[in-house]
């Protein structure tokens, strides 16, 4: 059986200049950015990360440039970097400032990061922003995604920033959550079965600037069979649950915004008795998703279970 999920991201730039006394004098507001074909493989391949602390952060540095070139997809880095923060390739920063669940509609998961630039860090006129990772020896990032500055009507600009000055520079990524119930059906062993999946535990926001542990991209996934029903977008299935004893990630194919993790139930995992196998649970670092099963699937300590999950990813909307 092969079930298919899907999720839709969006980011958006805000830019603080300060004075020595502390006070913004300039405010670019929020603005949207384009997120990179880079920073999309990301999530399936992983990225740079070099001489991170902790798991595998997505954006871990954020760059300023005086480049004016309209972002495009192909973007790798910003066109005229000016300056980094950290301004070291090798310092240790990941995780987020906020995470936040908002019902919306549409509903969404927030993670905002923030990233301070020093004191006369950045010296200049700025028109162009980019966060992303470093490999060793970088002076910029590679970019995640990539934006020039705008004002409130949405056209290019420049702010100035002296010496005197402090720029900070705060990231919100988004995830669009479908709420909503999506009819799948698929076969096992010429057995047609079909049913809803929805989202579950949705008030549980993950942290979306985190992979998996290592390059294999979206994260930890686990997948789980249960005996009873599935719940509500809040909750997860009831029941008796058994957890897959092995899970295989595919092997992500750059530009494809997609991947597969295959799970493998042995011969005693999984048996529920007379009334079977009746929803299932998919988590990974771009949350969870809950399945109904109908007929059941009658697993005793005579089969084992392969089942397979697809994850796309795209740009919102």
Not at 96 to 111: D, E
Not at 236 to 264: H, L, M, W
Request: net charge neutral.
């Amino acid at each position: 059986m092969i079930l298919c999920m899907d999720v839709k991201m969006q980011g958006f730039f805000r830019l603080q200049v300060a004075g020595q006394d502390g006070k913004v004098h300039t405010d670019t507001g929020w603005f949207p950015n384009l997120i990179t074909n880079q920073g999309m493989d990301w999530f399936g391949g992983g990225a740079p990360n070099f001489n991170t602390s902790a798991g595998t952060p997505l954006c871990t540095h954020c760059g300023v440039g005086t480049g004016t070139t309209t972002p495009a997809f192909t973007d790798t880095a910003l066109t005229t970097p000016l300056a980094m923060s950290p301004p070291s390739a090798g310092s240790n920063v990941e995780g987020v400032s906020a995470s936040t669940f908002i019902a919306g509609p549409p509903a969404y998961w927030s993670n905002v990061k923030t990233y301070g630039f020093a004191l006369g860090a950045v010296v200049g006129n700025i028109s162009e922003v980019a966060i992303g990772n470093t490999a060793s020896g970088n002076t910029t990032p590679q970019a995640f995604n990539h934006a020039l500055i705008v004002d409130s009507g949405g056209n290019p600009t420049t702010i100035s920033v002296l010496v005197t000055d402090a720029l900070t520079v705060t990231y919100e990524l988004r995830y669009y959550i479908n709420t909503t119930d999506t009819s799948y059906s698929g076969a096992i062993s010429a057995v047609t079965y079909s049913g809803i999946y929805r989202r579950a535990s949705i008030g549980s926001v993950p942290s979306l600037f985190y992979q998996l542990s290592g390059t294999a991209g979206i994260g930890n996934p686990s997948i789980s069979v249960f005996s009873g029903t599935i719940g509500a977008i809040t909750s997860a299935p009831s029941g008796s649950g058994a957890n897959a004893n092995s899970i295989t990630v595919g092997t992500y194919a750059p530009g494809t915004f997609f991947n597969s993790f295959t799970a493998s139930f042995n011969a005693a995992t999984g048996n529920f008795g007379a009334g079977g196998i009746t929803a299932m649970l998919f988590t990974s670092s771009q949350g969870s998703w809950q399945f109904s099963l109908s007929p059941f699937i009658p697993k005793t300590n005579l089969f084992t279970l392969t089942l397979q999950f697809n994850v796309s990813w795209a740009r919102f909307p």
